[in-house]
């Protein structure tokens, strides 16, 4: 599925991870191991950048929860339409238990058909 990280991680540290992952996301998890937000390298960076940053500020203080999310029964054109609407490059997808899977890229998705 990717990186998981947990929700209580600070942002300076999932920034690092992403780094060393060599990736622009980072699906986040809550204390049940539950897939709750994707969160992107342009989003970290701008909270970091922000005024109201402290090295105490947590992916769960920043992360937009529940979704987007893909099931893995969602056709292409659903998730492409998910990631549109919301102009993500990116999208997790789920089980009914909220247990990432995997995520789907944008950039993988174009020209495929549903």
């Known amino acids: 599925a990717g990186p998981q990280v947990w929700d209580d991680m600070t942002v300076e540290v999932a920034l690092s991870v992403m780094v060393a992952a060599r990736t622009g996301h ?15 390298r342009g989003r970290l960076t701008d909270v970091r950048n922000g005024s109201a940053y402290t ?11 529940d979704g987007p999310f893909a099931s893995p029964t969602a056709t292409v054109a659903e998730a492409e339409e998910a990631m549109r609407d919301r102009q993500l490059g990116a999208l997790p997808v789920v089980d009914a238990h909220g247990n990432a899977l995997g995520v789907l890229a944008r950039s993988c998705l ?3 058909s549903s």
């Open 26 to 40: 980072l699906v986040v998890c809550d204390e049940d191991g539950r897939c709750t937000a994707l969160v992107t």
């Open 110 to 112: 174009s020209g495929r």
């Open 55 to 65: 090295d105490r500020v947590r992916l769960r203080d920043v992360a937009a929860d």
